[in-house]
């Protein structure tokens, strides 16, 4: 009975230890990225501000990237580059690397959404599209990203996204309390057993710290995030002769991979 009851108080106080004390991954020195000052100083440290605000409860690693030079047309697969680019240079949240992107290939009016998580995703295909600003019909949602894009209110389309992905990922109040509870539970039965006597110490087991595609980690294929010069320069867009807006209505609606991506983008 003492030792149930030690138990059961270690596991509470391990509840409250792990709620205040959680552990949680540095961050980085920058999360936005502009190649073609398409944002000012000041838009790019609002937006910064905002991701480091919201990372930790998150507890996702949410990036912006502009570039008026992609190195494919290809903008979903540019924007699985990109991140794994940014995972490779150090990037990614917890064990699991998590990163959202927010990938914008101005050159070609296309952007993209794309997930990394070397384990479960937190974010659906669904989550993503939202998140995109498109609908199953493929229309544009009033106040979304892709509807900020379009009217080139760059600074506004990226804060959208970095709010909509927190609040896709972030835990409610009841999920939180369950992994406080599960944590608490677990880490305080293993006090217990310590104390007890009945706990055997097993060696840690190190994860794969970035996942392996098509038998090669990617890493640094264009150093995009450590010891970058960069070079600024403006594109003029040509307007349609109609007055409409310019670029096709292109959608590629998110989809999940073998290689730890969840990605979908569209034009704007």
């Not at 959202?100 to 009016?109: C, G, I, Q, S, T």
Request: net charge neutral; glycine share 10%.
């Amino acid at each position: 009975m003492k030792k149930l009851f030690a138990f059961f108080v270690l596991s509470l106080l391990t509840v409250f230890l792990l709620a205040g004390c959680k552990a949680k991954t540095p961050a980085l020195e920058n999360y936005v990225f502009d190649t073609g000052d398409y944002l000012t100083a000041q838009e790019e440290q609002e937006i910064q501000n905002r991701i480091l605000e919201v990372r930790d409860k998150a507890q996702s690693d949410l990036v912006v990237y502009f570039t008026d030079r992609p190195a494919s047309d290809d903008y979903i697969k540019e924007a699985k580059r990109i991140n794994n680019d940014f995972i490779g240079s150090g990037g990614g949240y917890g064990n699991d690397h998590h990163s959202v992107l927010f990938y914008v290939d101005m050159a070609n009016r296309h952007f993209a959404v794309d997930q990394y998580s070397d384990g479960k995703g937190k974010l659906s295909s669904d989550d993503i599209d939202s998140i995109i600003g498109i609908t199953a019909e493929n229309e544009t949602i009033s106040g979304s990203v892709r509807d900020y894009m379009s009217q080139e209110r760059y600074k506004t389309a990226s804060l959208q996204f970095v709010n909509d992905a927190y609040k896709k990922m972030k835990p409610g109040f009841f999920g939180s309390i369950w992994g406080w509870l599960t944590s608490g539970l677990a880490g305080g039965g293993a006090l217990s057993g310590i104390l007890i006597g009945k706990h055997k110490r097993q060696p840690a087991t190190p994860k794969t710290s970035y996942r392996k595609q098509n038998g090669t980690i990617p890493l640094r294929a264009q150093d995009h995030f450590v010891g970058t010069t960069r070079e600024v320069r403006h594109i003029e867009r040509q307007q349609p002769s109609d007055g409409g807006k310019s670029g096709e209505n292109e959608v590629t609606h998110a989809s999940s991979g073998s290689d730890g991506h969840t990605t979908g983008g569209a034009s704007f």
